[in-house]
């Protein structure tokens, strides 16, 4: 602490002293240097008020009658900059005395009359002070919670932990008004696989003497406040080490879990206000890292998960492929057959709607239609001639036979009815069930247009391919019997950009081609 002349320790308290009485203003000043206050003086109303105006102090004693102004005028264009400064008023006559409702209005604290004798003054100081000291905890109290309130919207932007802890630091150093602060961040209080999570067993940012590796501090420092800091995590509160100057601010989650420390090395014990206020940012603070270590536990999940996931769409489509070659395998002449009902399924499908898992369903039944055909004996599937009743009899089981595979196999479970379905007619002639009209999956009724047209398009053992234009025909004819007139026309659409279609599914007449469509998943479908 700074000490006067006398040897009193400043007390912290400034105070300005306006008279235009030179012999009064040097004693009082005097007096005042020796109680321990920081005294400037003046003798002119006017240069006070300039130097009013370009410092703040905390206590103002004036006298009443001055000139070129007086006492009232001086503190009412005070009050027009400085509204926190406490005001004594003096007078050398009682009938000279402001009257109480200037004293009212200008918020004069104290009034007094002049004496030779301090008494009566100093104790007016002295309620000022008292008064002073309650006010600037309050003050305190208010900037430092505005000072948290701004800081609370950048603590909850989600910001990575290290950068999050950056910001901690520097608004601790703030808040304490140290330089020399760290925090210590404990993520795997939240993350038990911290490795998955890539993020280091301690998080640690310094400033001033605490500015260092977190490696250096467990070294150097933490030997010094680790029992401060046992205490204060075992205790669950805020500690101040008088030996070593040093505050602790535990970060406390729920549950009983420590998520770190804050740390500042300061002169002085901080008081009940200092306390707190550390405590409502401590709270903000565990909140915030809390949500950032959880964002990161996230992260690191879905990462798996999007492994998981892509181990599983790739065994889901290698599935497919293991059916659909095994269909191909059976029936040499239906090779391609498949991806190009699936083809002609996905477009169709796209031009009546913008449901990507409608969609991808299609393009999985147009895959998997005639895997049914796997039950089906190869004499009739490879017979070059009409087929008689009983054998198209055994034909016509293969949409159950596909219904039953693929419900042995849950990812499977929205194919199903599509497959058993795709031999329905739209009049209800169809097979294996009879079914009708809206009663046939919309899915079903696509892949029965693409499948017929694709059958129309193609040499089997017992005909030729038809002609595009005797297919188009085939289809227009079939419309409310077969079909389903609103999807045939929409199916007429889009085969009115046919030539282009024909070349991307040249690839299907080659010899064991593979299909194409592999990057489609189970969530696709589902």
Request: aromatic share 8%; glycine share 6%; charged share 30%.
């Amino acid at each position: 602490m700074r000490k006067n002349r006398a040897g009193k320790e400043k007390n912290g308290f400034k105070m300005f002293i306006l008279d235009d009485d030179r012999n009064i203003l040097e004693a009082l000043g005097a007096n005042f240097r020796t109680k321990g206050y920081e005294v400037v003086t003046q003798e002119n109303p006017l240069e006070a008020l300039r130097q009013m105006e370009e410092e703040h102090y905390d206590i103002l004693i004036l006298d009443f009658i001055m000139t070129p102004v007086c006492g009232d005028e001086v503190v009412a264009r005070l009050r027009k900059f400085d509204q926190r400064i406490y005001v004594i008023m003096l007078t050398g006559h009682k009938e000279l005395a402001p009257p109480l409702n200037t004293i009212r209005e200008l918020e004069i604290q104290g009034y007094c009359e002049k004496s030779s004798r301090y008494d009566q003054l100093e104790l007016l100081v002295e309620s000022c002070v008292k008064c002073i000291r309650h006010i600037n905890t309050i003050y305190r109290y208010q900037d430092g919670l505005s000072s948290i309130l701004t800081a609370i919207p950048h603590l909850h932007q989600m910001l990575p932990v290290d950068e999050l802890c950056r910001q901690v630091l520097t608004e601790l150093k703030e808040l304490t008004r140290s330089q020399d602060c760290f925090v210590w961040v404990k993520p795997d209080s939240i993350l038990t696989d911290i490795d998955t999570a890539e993020l280091p067993a301690d998080i640690y940012r310094g400033a001033g003497k605490y500015e260092m590796s977190f490696f250096e501090f467990e070294r150097e420092n933490y030997p010094e406040v680790v029992g401060v800091i046992r205490q204060s995590l075992n205790e669950r509160r805020i500690i101040f080490q008088d030996e070593k100057h040093v505050l602790l601010v535990p970060l406390l989650g729920k549950n009983e879990m420590i998520l770190g420390v804050l740390g500042a090395e300061m002169e002085e014990r901080p008081d009940i206000t200092m306390e707190a206020l550390l405590s409502v940012y401590a709270e903000q603070v565990t909140t915030a890292l809390r949500n950032a270590l959880l964002k990161i536990l996230l992260n690191a999940n879905n990462v798996r998960l999007s492994s998981m996931n892509k181990r599983l769409r790739d065994s889901f489509m290698q599935t497919v492929e293991a059916l659909r070659l095994l269909v191909d395998a059976k029936d040499l002449y239906t090779r391609g057959h498949s991806d190009r009902v699936s083809f002609y399924g996905v477009e169709l499908a796209k031009k009546v709607s913008d449901d990507k898992v409608f969609i991808n369903r299609v393009r999985i039944a147009g895959l998997l239609h005639d895997v049914g055909k796997i039950g089906v004996s190869d004499a009739i599937l490879s017979k070059p001639d009409r087929l008689t009743e009983n054998e198209f009899a055994e034909i016509k089981k293969h949409p159950g036979i596909g219904a039953n595979i693929l419900a042995c196999m849950d990812m499977f479970n929205a194919i199903g009815d599509i497959v058993c379905a795709h031999h329905e007619r739209f009049d209800g002639t169809g097979y294996p069930k009879k079914r009708m009209g809206e009663g046939i999956p919309k899915e079903a009724r696509i892949i029965s247009i693409a499948d017929a047209f694709d059958a129309m398009m193609s040499d089997r053992h017992y005909r030729k391919r038809l002609s595009f234009d005797q297919a188009v025909v085939q289809l227009r004819t079939g419309k409310g019997s077969q079909f389903d007139p609103c999807l045939v026309d929409a199916f007429l659409e889009v085969l009115e950009d046919y030539d282009t279609i024909c070349g991307e599914l040249q690839w299907t007449y080659e010899e064991n081609n593979k299909g194409r469509y592999a990057d489609y998943g189970t969530e696709d479908i589902i």
